[in-house]
């Protein structure tokens, strides 16, 4: 009996085989729904116009803290001044770690600098 | 004002993508060779000196033009960007292809998943009472990237597709509803841990027992699951480069160390951990716990297990060095009430204070006292005096953390040393880890 089964068995099988259609060529079309969320709107924003000259300009060279990257920010400083010495390069530590803002600083920036370059690690 | 900013070359895609999506896509960028980071003075003069490994243009001339060379017009435009389309149905396909479909749009952790098709997503919605269009939250991979928003009918999307239960649905909104994202954005490769608590463990057959943290139980898997399925596609998380940068990645993201707490085998006077963040006994909640790594302590040793706990937390070391969670047999949690340890509480203090940590980690992470140290100012001049092996009488989990988590919790009573009662009682063992307590969710109101 067992011998029998195993028989119809294998020969389905290879009925089967003959007959294969590529993957997914026999399945029916389904509809599913979209697993992704709602992406907020992106605003543009303008950027600020730039000056027709830094000749006697300062430049904040604002260091975000990110760990052991001080020598990678002085030399920055060094580089610049040495290529554009009439450039004004002033390297500003912003508060906190590189996660924190610093309100106080952009606002000095806004008033006493003419750009920023700001560093962000790693 | 004019700028523009310096980032590493590994981090090309996250910085253009970033700027794109705060309204900046021509945001004008130079890359440094990566990394910066530990890297000598002279190292760093030669990076300034050579070119921009994306754009290949010398980098200080360029730093320079990025600061004066006139706006081009697209620039100065205003408006708004498009956003991809989001129709709530997908173009039918067959069951293969949409699979393969969800896998090459990187909306799955790569393993199979149940297709959402509507009789399931509706059959899923019977586990809860709340309307399909109804706001769960929003999430996002880490506080710079923008935020995305979400519905109960998107989440049992994502509860289907992990395979979930209509039962755990009202489990995975509460996760849900806390806004974390289980992909952190950081280099760091973060992990999470959830625990969930109240009577809700019993009611869905999670399993808080026997191999509790293992892949032994459709709850515990499912649920853990959906929440990195809703942190991908809800969240907006995890796309490797853009919004996720984890260098090695975590084995644990792929359920998130989903857990109930076996409160049943909780000591008299131990209580459950959403108690102890301000929920009723009768409550059901989720509770979430951030880090990074778990050990599996399983060891033998002629110290009481207190004192093997307190040795173990003076000289783990990870990316978190202040904060930890154990997560204790129901046995070993029995033996600490024995030697006298009436509350998690009470254990978790004597932690605090008798641990010790290793000189060199100490120093290296306490610069002000090192200096007074050097100048003679006791007791530091007397533990520098110690050595660089020994160990310095002060605790890493002495003081308690900053207000963590989204504010979901009822009260936020986070401390240095979490402690959960999880396990089969096969053994005398325990796990440790870094992870520290974010927020606590109500599952009640989902249900």
């Given at each position: 009996?067992?011998?029998?089964w195993?028989?119809?068995?294998a020969?389905?099988?290879a009925l089967?085989?003959?007959v294969?259609l590529?993957?997914?060529?026999?399945e029916?079309p389904?509809?599913?729904?979209?697993?992704r969320?709602?992406?907020?709107p992106i605003?543009?924003?303008p950027?600020?116009?730039?000056?027709?000259s830094?000749?006697g300009?300062?430049?904040?060279?604002?260091d975000?803290k990110?760990?052991?990257?001080?020598?990678?920010?002085?030399?920055l400083q060094?580089?610049?001044?040495?290529k554009?010495?009439?450039?004004?390069?002033?390297?500003?530590?912003?508060?906190?770690?590189?996660?924190?803002?610093?309100?106080k600083?952009?606002?000095?920036?806004?008033?006493?600098a003419?750009?920023a370059?700001?560093?962000i690690?790693? | 004002?004019?700028?523009?900013?310096?980032?590493t070359?590994?981090f090309?895609?996250?910085?253009?993508?970033?700027?794109?999506?705060?309204?900046?896509?021509?945001q004008?960028?130079?890359?440094?060779?990566?990394?910066?980071?530990?890297r000598?003075?002279?190292?760093?003069r030669?990076?300034?000196?050579?070119?921009?490994?994306?754009?290949?243009q010398?980098?200080?001339q360029?730093?320079?033009e990025g600061?004066?060379?006139p706006?081009i017009?697209?620039e100065r435009?205003?408006?708004?960007?498009?956003?991809?389309?989001?129709?709530r149905?997908?173009?039918p396909?067959?069951?293969?292809?949409?699979?393969r479909?969800f896998?090459d749009?990187?909306?799955?952790?790569?393993?199979a998943?149940?297709l959402?098709?509507?009789?399931?997503?509706?059959?899923?919605?019977?586990?809860t009472?709340?309307?399909p269009?109804?706001?769960?939250?929003i999430?996002?991979?880490?506080?710079?990237h923008?935020a995305?928003?979400y519905?109960?009918?998107?989440?049992?999307?994502?509860?289907?597709?992990a395979?979930?239960?209509?039962?755990?649905?009202p489990t995975?909104?509460?996760?849900?509803?806390t806004?974390?994202?289980?992909?952190?954005?950081?280099?760091s490769s973060?992990?999470r841990?959830?625990v969930v608590?109240g009577?809700?463990?019993?009611?869905i057959?999670?399993n808080?027992?026997?191999?509790a943290l293992?892949?032994?139980?459709h709850?515990?898997?499912?649920?853990?699951?959906?929440?990195?399925?809703?942190?991908?596609?809800?969240?907006?998380?995890?796309?490797p480069g853009?919004t996720y940068?984890?260098?090695?990645?975590?084995?644990?993201?792929?359920?998130n160390?989903c857990?109930?707490?076996a409160?049943e085998?909780?000591?008299?006077?131990?209580?459950?951990l959403?108690?102890?963040k301000?929920?009723?006994a009768?409550?059901?909640?989720?509770?979430?716990l951030?880090?990074?790594?778990?050990?599996?302590?399983a060891?033998y040793?002629?110290?009481p297990?207190?004192?093997?706990?307190?040795?173990w937390?003076?000289?783990f070391?990870?990316?978190?060095t202040?904060r930890?969670?154990?997560?204790l047999?129901?046995?070993?949690a029995a033996?600490?009430?024995?030697a006298g340890?009436a509350?998690?509480?009470?254990?978790?203090?004597?932690?605090?204070?008798?641990s010790t940590?290793p000189a060199?980690?100490?120093w290296s992470t306490?610069?002000?006292?090192?200096k007074?140290?050097?100048q003679?100012?006791e007791?530091?001049?007397?533990?520098?005096?110690?050595?660089e092996?020994?160990?310095?009488?002060?605790?890493?989990?002495?003081?308690?953390p900053?207000?963590?988590?989204?504010?979901?919790a009822?009260?936020?009573?986070?401390t240095?040393i979490?402690?959960?009662?999880v396990g089969?009682?096969?053994?005398?063992?325990?796990?440790?880890?870094?992870?520290?307590y974010?927020?606590?969710?109500?599952?009640d109101?989902?249900?």
């Amino acid at each position: 009996m067992n011998g029998y089964w195993l028989m119809v068995r294998a020969v389905t099988l290879a009925l089967c085989a003959l007959v294969a259609l590529p993957a997914g060529a026999a399945e029916t079309p389904i509809t599913v729904l979209n697993p992704r969320g709602i992406q907020p709107p992106i605003r543009l924003v303008p950027m600020a116009a730039r000056p027709a000259s830094l000749d006697g300009k300062t430049i904040y060279i604002v260091d975000t803290k990110y760990p052991r990257t001080k020598p990678f920010v002085e030399e920055l400083q060094q580089g610049l001044a040495a290529k554009y010495p009439r450039t004004n390069w002033v390297i500003k530590e912003k508060v906190g770690s590189y996660f924190d803002d610093d309100p106080k600083l952009w606002a000095d920036a806004k008033v006493n600098a003419a750009g920023a370059i700001v560093l962000i690690g790693h | 004002m004019p700028a523009v900013s310096i980032v590493t070359a590994r981090f090309e895609e996250l910085a253009k993508t970033t700027a794109y999506k705060k309204g900046m896509p021509r945001q004008r960028i130079t890359f440094a060779p990566h990394p910066v980071t530990d890297r000598t003075a002279e190292i760093a003069r030669q990076y300034l000196a050579g070119s921009d490994p994306i754009s290949k243009q010398p980098m200080l001339q360029q730093i320079y033009e990025g600061l004066a060379k006139p706006l081009i017009d697209e620039e100065r435009q205003a408006g708004f960007l498009d956003r991809e389309a989001r129709p709530r149905l997908l173009p039918p396909d067959t069951p293969t292809n949409l699979e393969r479909m969800f896998h090459d749009s990187q909306w799955t952790d790569g393993m199979a998943i149940v297709l959402p098709t509507e009789e399931r997503v509706a059959e899923m919605l019977q586990g809860t009472s709340r309307r399909p269009d109804e706001v769960v939250g929003i999430m996002r991979p880490s506080p710079p990237h923008e935020a995305w928003e979400y519905t109960v009918e998107m989440v049992a999307v994502n509860a289907v597709m992990a395979g979930a239960r209509p039962e755990y649905l009202p489990t995975i909104l509460a996760i849900a509803s806390t806004g974390t994202t289980s992909l952190i954005s950081s280099t760091s490769s973060f992990a999470r841990m959830v625990v969930v608590n109240g009577p809700e463990r019993n009611e869905i057959g999670m399993n808080a027992g026997i191999g509790a943290l293992g892949p032994f139980n459709h709850a515990n898997a499912t649920i853990g699951r959906a929440w990195t399925l809703i942190s991908k596609n809800l969240g907006g998380s995890g796309r490797p480069g853009e919004t996720y940068l984890g260098s090695q990645g975590n084995a644990l993201s792929y359920n998130n160390l989903c857990i109930p707490e076996a409160e049943e085998g909780l000591p008299e006077g131990w209580q459950p951990l959403h108690v102890q963040k301000g929920f009723k006994a009768e409550e059901s909640t989720i509770s979430i716990l951030s880090g990074w790594s778990l050990n599996n302590i399983a060891w033998y040793s002629p110290l009481p297990q207190q004192e093997v706990i307190m040795n173990w937390l003076s000289h783990f070391f990870s990316f978190g060095t202040t904060r930890a969670t154990l997560l204790l047999d129901p046995v070993v949690a029995a033996d600490m009430k024995s030697a006298g340890f009436a509350s998690k509480q009470a254990f978790a203090a004597w932690l605090g204070q008798n641990s010790t940590t290793p000189a060199w980690l100490y120093w290296s992470t306490h610069e002000a006292e090192l200096k007074k140290a050097q100048q003679g100012v006791e007791p530091y001049a007397s533990y520098l005096k110690r050595g660089e092996g020994a160990e310095i009488p002060v605790s890493r989990y002495a003081s308690p953390p900053a207000q963590g988590g989204t504010g979901i919790a009822s009260t936020n009573s986070a401390t240095p040393i979490e402690i959960v009662v999880v396990g089969g009682g096969t053994n005398t063992f325990w796990s440790g880890g870094d992870f520290t307590y974010v927020a606590s969710a109500s599952i009640d109101r989902w249900k």
